[in-house]
């Protein structure tokens, strides 16, 4: 039973254009996502996170949208650049109650970005 | 600063060998992770330390995996007579306070 899930397991984009992301989630005590970007014979990079209290952060041509109603959240990347081919993992995790924050990732969406 | 390091890089194990498997994670980093990833899938959770102590093993799949952080920095995962679907990237990460955790490079760990 996934609690995080990427339905797509790939996505490609024109460079120049937007890249769009998206994760669904279950488990109604996740308050806090996280993007990591994975290049092939390397670990998990970390990108961007958000925090359940906001709806939207932005960091340079990343920005994370949360749809808590939904049980939502996507990536855009603006503009799409051939270095941001990789493997993009969404996580989840919860902070509340002294929680560790063991992260819970989704299976990934491979993003090719065209010249 | 040096990042989350981990060795080997490549593991080949025959079916019944133990396997150790190291990290060293960012210096001053309280936190510390284990993740098992499988082909295709995402990062699973295995173990958690936090300084010396093993606050969470929940995730660890059998009794032949043990871990240990004896002096609160590095880290080894050891399997004890590897098996077949024992094959996977290790995946070791730490962090500070926040919940940005910060990973190595991996472990591939291959039984024959």
């Known amino acids: 039973d996934q609690q995080v899930k990427q339905n797509s397991p790939s996505l490609s984009v024109q460079e120049g254009r937007i890249s769009i992301l998206n994760c669904d989630y279950t488990n109604s005590m996740f308050d806090y996502f996280l993007w990591y970007k994975k290049y092939p014979a390397e670990g998990p990079t970390f990108l961007i996170s958000i925090s359940s209290i906001k709806d939207k952060n932005e960091d340079g041509r990343f920005t994370v949208f949360l749809n808590k109603s939904a049980k939502h959240l996507s990536l855009h990347i603006v503009p799409s650049q051939p270095g941001d081919s990789a493997v993009y993992f969404c996580?989840?995790?919860?902070?509340?109650?002294?929680?560790?924050?063991?992260?819970?990732f989704g299976k990934g969406t491979k993003l090719s970005v065209k010249p | 600063g040096a990042g989350v390091s981990q060795s080997p890089r490549y593991k080949v194990a025959k079916r019944g060998q133990d396997v150790a498997l190291r990290c060293d994670p960012i210096s001053g980093h309280v936190s510390l992770f284990w993740y098992q990833q499988a082909l295709g899938q995402g990062p699973e959770f295995l173990t958690y330390?936090?300084?010396?102590?093993?606050?969470?093993k929940s995730g660890l799949p059998s009794d032949r995996f043990f871990a240990e952080r004896p002096e609160g920095s590095v880290s080894t995962l050891k399997i004890q007579r590897t098996q077949q679907e024992d094959s996977a990237v290790y995946l070791c990460?730490?962090?500070?306070?926040?919940?940005?955790?910060?990973f190595g490079p991996g472990t591939r760990l291959t039984v024959t």
């Open positions: 996580a989840a995790t919860s902070r509340g109650g002294g929680s560790q924050g063991n992260l819970i």
């Open positions: 330390f936090q300084n010396e102590a093993q606050l969470d």
């Open positions: 990460a730490s962090s500070f306070a926040a919940y940005e955790q910060y």
